[in-house]
């Protein structure tokens, strides 16, 4: 599922991460600490929630050189002569570690916004600066952090030069043009 279909449930998410730090703030004896714990925690899930609703889209080539051998039960090599094309999809995923940092940076973010409001002469830009550059950070360094993984399809129909043998071979194997047939193969990486 792509980013946009996951953009109704951050809305609500967030609204609910808002909401419950009222509801926390409007109990007897909250302390500010445990009001902005509640909101960066709720934030936080929604964001992980968020950023995993990402479909990941790859387009991927198979460089001239790089060899191909047939099914069994033929046996044989090629190799490709010119680029392949595969295709790939999967998901983006991150680690528990990965989304607790996420809560500790946000409430960190909330904590230095409410020490530079709590300053002598404190100017609301400075301190909505604060905040706003802290979450940024938060964010981007958990983006950072994804895991993405990916199923690939590579195309068959692509030019193989090479020589492929039959179970029981009438004679040696000669070099052969040919062409690729459907393949598969797996990526992993992460986002920069």
Not at 16 to 28: L, N, V
């Amino acid at each position: 599922m792509p980013l946009s279909a996951g953009k109704s449930n951050l809305i609500s998410q967030i609204e609910s991460a808002i909401k419950a730090s009222a509801d926390a703030g409007a109990q007897p004896g909250a302390s500010p600490e445990s009001i902005i714990n509640v909101l960066a925690a709720g934030l936080g899930d929604a964001i992980h929630k968020y950023m995993e609703t990402a479909k990941v889209i790859t387009v991927n080539t198979v460089n001239p050189g790089q060899t191909a051998t047939p099914p069994p039960p033929l046996t044989g090599m090629g190799i490709y002569t010119t680029p392949g094309v595969g295709m790939g999809e999967g998901k983006i995923s991150f680690s528990g570690g990965n989304v607790k940092a996420l809560k500790d940076d946000i409430e960190a973010a909330y904590a230095a916004s409410a020490a530079a409001g709590a300053k002598d002469g404190a100017k609301s830009a400075d301190v909505i600066n604060t905040l706003a550059s802290g979450l940024k950070d938060a964010i981007h360094k958990f983006a950072q952090t994804a895991e993405v993984k990916t199923e690939i399809t590579v195309m068959p129909g692509t030019p193989v030069m090479g020589a492929i043998t039959p179970p029981v071979p009438p004679a040696p194997p000669l070099p052969a043009p040919s062409a690729s047939l459907v393949g598969s193969g797996k990526g992993e990486g992460g986002l920069s």
